[in-house]
């Protein structure tokens, strides 16, 4: 079945930058828009970003806007996100997600199809 891989998460100190990786596995991957969402403890998860199939469109929650780049890499099967300037409120167990759709971009975690088993960022001061 499909899977979805993250990886790159860890304890870092704010003001670092950290890079997660989600790799896609028995997907048609360029059928998917690519997403990423978020779960700090006791609170709702919550949109990231996301980047339509092609790569050519992007979305960023307004908390990230600046400060957060996501890309993918259609050969490879895998979606990125590169954090800059990292803060002690983005910790949070960030989830990659895929929406089967060439057409949107979309911020609701409902509109997803699939989603991995998260990856956490630990970010102190």
């Known amino acids: 079945q499909v899977q979805l891989v993250e990886s790159g998460g860890g304890p870092v100190q704010a003001g670092v930058s950290l890079r997660l990786s989600c790799v896609a596995f028995?997907?048609?991957?360029?059928?998917?828009?690519m997403g990423w969402f978020r779960q700090a403890p006791g609170k709702e998860r919550e949109f990231v970003s996301a980047i339509s199939s092609s790569g050519h469109i992007t979305r960023y929650a307004d908390s990230v806007k600046g400060r957060f780049t996501i890309s993918r890499d259609n050969a490879k099967n895998t979606v990125y996100l590169e954090m800059n300037s990292l803060k002690p409120e983005d910790t949070a167990v960030y989830y990659c997600?895929?929406?089967?759709?060439?057409?949107?971009?979309?911020?609701?975690?409902?509109?997803?199809?699939?989603w991995g088993q998260g990856t956490h960022v630990t970010v102190s001061t």
């Open positions: 028995r997907l048609t991957f360029t059928a998917y828009t």
């Open positions: 997600a895929a929406d089967l759709t060439t057409s949107f971009v979309r911020n609701a975690p409902s509109s997803y199809d699939f």
